[in-house]
């Protein structure tokens, strides 16, 4: 049944969901007429819910839910460049440019493609703090980055590995890209 309702188009435009720990639900972005609002979908019955309706000025790209599910962080595009939210997920639908809860520093770098690490204090991210996409590490107290890669060309997609300190992440080169581990 569900597989027919995501086949039929209910849940067609929903991109890079990320499921909660309970396995019923996932959060991800709902892609219509040119916006990418942030929304919840339910895993059983196909069912959308918007958490946050994005604006033409705030989209939203790639949640990642919280180890205990209580939030998602997810980029969103404020002042023309993309930065980190942290968003509850009880939150009901509501205007793309009422005030988020940022995380990344307030510094002109664009920040993206964000995943929780194991524990959930800390988010792996995407920066062009240096000029280059890197990995950045974010602690959520603090909101200090610490710079992780130097590439000469770009990183993206960072994903941690469960129950473990790596992410694997990809880089870019002339012929393609390359899969990559950190520590």
């Not at 610490?146 to 941690?160: F, G, H, K």
């Amino acid at each position: 049944r569900l597989v027919e309702k995501w086949q039929t188009g209910k849940s067609a435009s929903i991109r890079d969901a990320d499921p909660l720990p309970d396995g019923r639900a996932a959060i991800g972005v709902r892609c219509e007429n040119g916006l990418c609002d942030l929304a919840r979908v339910n895993l059983e019955t196909g069912g959308i819910t918007t958490l946050r309706r994005a604006t033409p000025s705030t989209p939203y790209y790639r949640p990642r839910v919280s180890p205990d599910g209580r939030s998602a962080v997810v980029a969103v595009q404020r002042d023309g460049r993309w930065r980190l939210a942290l968003i509850p997920l009880e939150m009901t639908a509501t205007d793309g440019d009422t005030e988020v809860q940022f995380v990344d520093p307030d510094d002109n770098a664009n920040r993206y493609d964000a995943a929780f690490l194991s524990g959930g204090r800390r988010i792996v991210c995407v920066s062009d703090a240096g000029g280059v996409p890197n990995l950045e590490v974010i602690d959520l107290e603090s909101g200090a980055p610490v710079t992780q890669t130097r590439v000469t060309s770009a990183v993206s997609a960072p994903a941690p590995i469960p129950n473990d300190t790596s992410v694997l992440f990809l880089t870019l080169h002339a012929r393609g890209l390359d899969l990559r581990r950190i520590a």
